[in-house]
């Protein structure tokens, strides 16, 4: 009876609009009668706005995976419960995945008609399932994004170098709590004067397979020297930035390039004055840096001082 009363009224409100419309209406109004047990509410009255159930799943529905299941719309391609057809539904654990049922994806992954797939990461699967990026750009977040200068990979906070990049180490978001990024791998700190390269701390400046960068080796034979290669220097002399020294006697590189003796000169690599043995001192002699660290014949005494 009350079947009879709703398709009644909806045939009484199409006489009111215009003919053109009349047809859609009584299609939907039987449907809805047909198939809801209370119709009103939730499929005749949206009908006669050109909305509800039977644009979704019934007579005008635009999807064929749309179909009535228990009283309401279900897209059989996606739904677990009503996977192909309706009340067919996966076994525990598994998606419906075009109208069949699929073993569950990894944690972080979606199936796809192509497999599982990272919605915020595949490229090919940007978002959502087959929304492809345009040639060059990469998948960031569910995003598809310009493409990053060689080297650098797109992180949710912009292009970075995940060799090198401190908080985005070896991975977007992976974030070293000291030290620092070499190689994408976090450091520790290296003591003052080195610098962190990929096989350890080293001296950037004296380094022959680190000179002034890491990995930066010298030709064979060459030495590091501030940071820049140098040819080797003869044998007894060490490369300076003023040139070859020979430590053990340069009264302006003794013992380490840059020392300078104040006064006396350098033997052995350290600072002494110069002995004269047998000979006197007629008057003090004060050996200044130009003299070489030569006594003449008027010392007296053992030293010059």
């Not at 001296?203 to 030709?219: K, R, T, V, W, Y």
């Not at 430590?247 to 004269?276: F, I, M, P, W």
Request: charged fraction near 15%.
């Amino acid at each position: 009876m009350v079947k009879l009363l709703i398709v009644s009224l909806l045939a009484l409100c199409a006489s009111a609009v215009p003919q053109q419309e009349d047809p859609g209406n009584r299609i939907c109004a039987q449907w809805c009668a047909d198939n809801f047990e209370n119709p009103g509410r939730i499929c005749t009255a949206p009908a006669a706005r050109g909305r509800g159930p039977c644009y979704i799943c019934g007579p005008f529905g635009q999807s064929e995976s749309q179909k009535l299941c228990d009283e309401r719309c279900r897209d059989t391609d996606t739904d677990p419960q009503h996977c192909g057809e309706c009340d067919t539904p996966c076994p525990q654990g598994q998606s419906c995945v075009d109208g069949g049922c699929q073993p569950a994806c990894p944690a972080g992954q979606t199936r796809c008609l192509s497999g599982c797939k990272d919605l915020n990461t595949d490229p090919q699967n940007c978002g959502a399932c087959g929304h492809v990026c345009p040639q060059g750009q990469s998948c960031v977040g569910g995003m598809c994004q310009a493409a990053c200068p060689a080297g650098q990979t797109r992180c949710l906070s912009g292009c970075k170098d995940l060799n090198t990049d401190e908080q985005n180490c070896g991975a977007c978001g992976t974030v070293c709590a000291q030290g620092s990024c070499v190689g994408g791998v976090c450091q520790p700190p290296c003591p003052p004067g080195q610098s962190p390269c990929s096989t350890g701390c080293k001296n950037l400046n004296s380094d022959p397979q680190n000179c002034g960068i890491c990995d930066h080796a010298c030709p064979q034979g060459s030495s590091c020297v501030g940071g820049m290669c140098q040819p080797a220097c003869p044998a007894g002399q060490t490369r300076c930035p003023t040139g070859c020294k020979d430590l053990n006697s340069d009264s302006q590189n003794c013992g380490a390039c840059g020392h300078v003796c104040t006064h006396g000169v350098c033997r052995a690599g350290r600072c002494s004055r110069k002995h004269c043995p047998g000979s006197k001192l007629s008057l003090l002699h004060i050996l200044r840096l130009s003299d070489g660290g030569e006594c003449d014949t008027s010392c007296e005494g053992d030293n010059c001082i």
